[in-house]
C-alpha cells in the first residue's frame, strides 16, 4: 500500500508540475523535460485545463531558448538575470557552493544535480512567479527562466558571484578575467569614474593586455600589468 501511495503522490505531483508550466506558457518540450509526461498527456491536459478555466494562454513553438550570451546581452538583461538567480538560491532551486568540475565523469555526482527533478520544477516555477511579481513588466520570459537555472546549474558558461562592491549576487561569464558589478554598483563605479567605462570594456577581452600590446595602448597595458 505504501508503495502505491508514493506512485500515486508523485503521479499527482507531475500533473501539479505541468499545470504550473502550461499557466507560465512553458513549451511542450520543456514540461516533457521536466515532468516526464508524454506530448499526448501534456496536450490532453492543456486542452482540458483551457475548457475549465475558460482562459487564452499562449502556445509557443518552435525550439527553447539556447543562448546563453543573451543574459548578458544588455544592462537591463544582466541585472534581471541577477534577480532572477538571486531568487533560485534564496528558494533553493539553485544550490550554493562552488561551480561543479568540468572534468568530472558523466553520470557523476555534479550531473546528476543538474538533472530536472520535480522539486526542483516546483522552486523554479515559485521563484520566477515571484520575478514577475516583484518586476511588473519582466524582460524574461519563464523559458528564458528554465534556460538560465539549467546554464547556471551546469556552469560551462555562466556562473553567479558577489559583487566585488556590494556581495550582491550576480550573474557573469565563466570565463571572464576579472569579477562583475552588479547594475547599481556600475552604474555608481561609471558616474563617479568616467574611465570605468573603458575599464569595463577592457576586463570583456578575451586575452590578457600582455598579448595584445601595441605602440597605441602602452597606458592602458601599464594599468593592467601584475
Not at 2 to 9: C, G, K, L
Not at 28 to 51: N, P
Not at 110 to 137: H, I, K, M, N, T
Request: aromatic share 8%; with cysteine.
Amino acid at each position: 500500500m505504501r508503495i502505491y501511495e508514493d506512485r500515486y503522490t508523485r503521479e499527482r505531483l507531475r500533473f501539479h508540475v505541468a499545470l504550473r508550466f502550461i499557466r507560465l506558457e512553458a513549451r511542450t518540450q520543456t514540461i516533457r523535460r521536466w515532468t516526464g509526461l508524454t506530448d499526448d498527456r501534456i496536450r490532453k491536459l492543456y486542452r482540458s485545463y483551457l475548457a475549465h478555466c475558460g482562459l487564452q494562454i499562449a502556445r509557443h513553438r518552435g525550439k527553447s531558448p539556447q543562448r546563453a550570451a543573451y543574459f548578458l546581452r544588455s544592462a537591463r538583461l544582466r541585472q534581471e538575470s541577477s534577480v532572477l538567480a538571486s531568487l533560485f538560491r534564496l528558494l533553493g532551486a539553485l544550490p550554493g557552493g562552488a561551480a561543479p568540475d568540468l572534468s568530472a565523469q558523466p553520470g557523476g555526482t555534479a550531473q546528476r544535480a543538474e538533472r530536472p527533478s520535480l522539486q526542483r520544477a516546483q522552486l523554479l516555477c515559485e521563484a520566477y512567479e515571484l520575478y514577475r511579481a516583484l518586476l511588473g513588466a519582466p524582460a524574461l520570459g519563464f523559458e528564458h527562466a528554465v534556460f538560465l537555472l539549467q546554464a547556471l546549474l551546469q556552469a560551462q558558461e555562466l556562473t553567479v558571484a558577489a559583487c566585488p562592491d556590494c556581495e550582491a549576487l550576480v550573474v557573469m561569464d565563466r570565463w571572464a578575467l576579472f569579477p562583475a558589478r552588479c547594475a547599481p554598483c556600475a552604474m555608481a563605479a561609471a558616474a563617479k569614474y568616467p574611465a570605468a567605462r573603458l575599464n569595463a570594456a577592457l576586463d570583456d577581452l578575451p586575452v590578457a593586455p600582455a598579448l595584445c600590446k601595441t605602440g597605441r595602448n602602452g597606458d592602458l597595458h601599464a594599468r593592467h600589468a601584475p
